[in-house]
């Protein structure tokens, strides 16, 4: 191994110890080797520091401090780091042996990838189930994705430290957080391309209680608030806040938030808007694009008209309003 890791992994614990033996071993178990491992327990209350300690491994720094949250304890990682990459990983997933040797190996054949995903098969507590995230993989269609959704599972990335250096770390204004990772990503895509490795690599556990998820996190307000900054960054001709805001909401069901009556025939336009200005770079992916703007808009208003007049009534509706208006 060099004098000096190319990987930094960082490790959030908070009450981890059900599966951190496993996540631990899994990251020790890599095929590639250069890396150091950044663990961070943040205030654990159970015996996640001694299964830490357990293991003799010169890679591994340990760090422990007063709870702080996930965002701040993934920011002092950061900062304790000295790779050229930044690995993630969760105290109850399971990366893959091959999952950082082929990050390594895309990141470095690909230098204007400021980060890279892998797709991930979930675990639900201790069961390896058929469900899986399949996320897109080519930087035009994560770019389309990221303004509605997050297409990246967190723990499965690896991130250029020279990202953080431009865009910033992770945010802990509780404004816009949780959710930090998809917060995170809506900044880096304005300024880096982004990937996924399009191989299961990781595994995903589903769990009743997670650092990421434990607490009252109001969750779909600030995700609406980030749709509508990521769409309104593409400038659209006479796009209003209002007209994306009701785009954002109708994507995720919320429909008690749309304050007037629905243009969806303006809202058409937007999105085929869209679609042009993120092909502009490859305007031979513009028809793939314009097929799945298609299918999302058909969604929405279907799912609306059935939200505001029953399942009946709201699909005759559906299809007289494609028929005559869009």
Known sequence: MSEYPLVSVILPVYNGAKYLRESIECILNQTYKNFEFIIINDG????????????????????????QGL??????????SSGTYIARQDQDDISLPERFEKQVKFLET???TGMVGTWSQIIYENELTERKHEHPFEDYELRFNILLDNPFVHSSVMIRKTVFEEVGVYSTDKL??????????????????????????HHYREVAQSMSRAGNNPFLEKVLKINTENI??????????ENIFDIACLHHGAYDKIKS?????????????????????????????QKKADFILKSMVYRYFLHKYGKITGKIFYKLYFLFFL
């Open 176 to 201: 816009r957080q949780p959710p930090e990772d998809y917060e995170l990503w809506s900044r880096i895509y304005k300024k880096f391309k982004m990937a996924n490795i399009p191989q299961i690599l």
């Open 44 to 67: 654990s209350k159970d015996n996640s520091e001694e299964i830490i300690k357990s293991f003799a491994d010169s890679r591994i720094k340990y760090t422990s401090q007063p709870n």
């Open 232 to 241: 309104q960054y593409l400038s659209l001709n006479g796009c209003s806040i």
């Open 261 to 289: 009556r629905v243009n969806f025939k303006k809202i058409k336009e937007y999105i085929k808007e869209i679609t042009i200005k993120i092909s502009e770079q490859n305007p031979e992916h513009l028809d793939k694009l």
């Open 110 to 112: 690909n230098p204007d």
């Open 71 to 80: 965002a701040a304890t993934l920011n002092n990682a950061i900062a304790l």
